[in-house]
């Protein structure tokens, strides 16, 4: 049995939770973590267990424009903000359009600033949808990760990824 966790991220948030939750899967399964650029058909499917994750952009997954607005405000001058190496291309939403049917199971997480869901959205929930729609059992619940409002991951957000991904792991193997 064996983990895949596939993520967009777009300042390196995503990528640290999805890195984090990677880690806490490796207790139970052996786990690949990969950019959704990097993710192919035949890596899905040679997975028991498919995370996928990415950041919360306009209360859902991010398309097109709402990457681009990211990659702007990366560029102002004083922004902080540094662009993930793999932030360019197609996001999560691109990458779940493109898988076609599927079977397996499957898990939902992502990246959201601090505050009421009903006020930011989260993309895990269409993440998921869109996995159910591709023929994957969703496992679990989706899960969100806390940034704060200067796009920086909320203390102990690692710690609570880990800790996820650990439960994921043996939710999974005892399945």
Not at 21 to 37: A, D, F, M
Not at 89 to 112: H, I, K, N, P
Request: proline share 3%; glycine share 10%.
């Amino acid at each position: 049995m064996r983990a895949v966790v596939v993520y967009e991220s777009m300042y390196g948030n995503t990528h640290q939770i999805a890195d984090a939750i990677g880690e806490g899967l490796r207790e139970s399964l052996p786990t690949e973590v990969i950019s959704v650029h990097d993710a192919n058909r035949a890596l899905v499917e040679a997975a028991d267990l498919v995370v996928v994750g990415g950041p919360t952009h306009t209360h859902g997954m991010s398309h097109d424009s709402t990457r681009a607005a990211a990659a702007d405000k990366a560029g102002e001058p004083d922004s902080g903000l540094h662009l993930d190496p793999d932030a360019a291309g197609d996001g999560v939403r691109e990458w779940l359009e493109s898988l076609g049917q599927m079977t397996g199971r499957a898990a939902a997480f992502d990246t959201r600033v601090d505050m009421s869901a009903l006020v930011t959205g989260r993309a895990s929930k269409g993440i998921a949808k869109q996995l159910r729609h591709h023929g994957f059992e969703v496992v679990v619940d989706p899960e969100s990760f806390l940034v704060t409002k200067d796009t920086r991951l909320e203390p102990d957000e690692q710690l609570h990824a880990k800790q996820w991904g650990r439960q994921l792991g043996a939710t999974a193997k005892s399945d």
